[in-house]
């Protein structure tokens, strides 16, 4: 599986900005798709992420009620819709992948090493 960001770009406070993560490569049901981000001088941190075949979806706190993860089965796309966007939402946001259906904990949902198909990043920022 190959992932392929794009979307990001520079946005004033307040903004919107929808990512996109193109799959290819045989993506059936039984991947974990997820969207992490690093700042300048921190450690990447998760975002998001959608169970492929389930659309069951899981957020970070501080994007709850701002940013949107979704899936088009039909195009193998993920996105990403972020709202509202804050200067601290600034960062390179990678999609990732992990082949498996779901996850019994959310912690696994966060944790970046679970997660074996990695795209490039695409940078947001986000200007006050």
């Known amino acids: 599986v190959q992932l392929q960001a794009s979307g990001g770009g520079l946005v004033q406070a307040g903004g919107s900005l929808r990512l996109s993560c193109a799959a290819s490569?045989?993506?059936?049901?039984?991947?974990?798709m997820g969207w992490f981000r690093q700042a300048p001088r921190k450690e990447r941190q998760f975002v998001a992420a959608i169970t492929w075949g389930g659309g069951s979806t899981y957020y970070v706190d501080s994007v709850k009620g701002r940013f949107t993860i979704s899936r088009d089965n039909g195009k193998n796309t993920v996105y990403l819709q972020m709202n509202s966007l804050k200067p601290e939402d600034t960062a390179v946001y990678y999609c990732?992948?992990?082949?498996?259906?779901?996850?019994?904990?959310?912690?696994?949902?966060?944790?970046?090493?679970?997660?074996?198909?990695w795209g490039q990043g695409t940078l947001v920022t986000v200007s006050s």
């Open positions: 990732a992948a992990v082949r498996r259906p779901a996850y019994s904990d959310y912690s696994q949902y966060r944790d970046y090493s679970q997660y074996g198909h």
């Open positions: 490569g045989n993506i059936v049901s039984s991947y974990v």
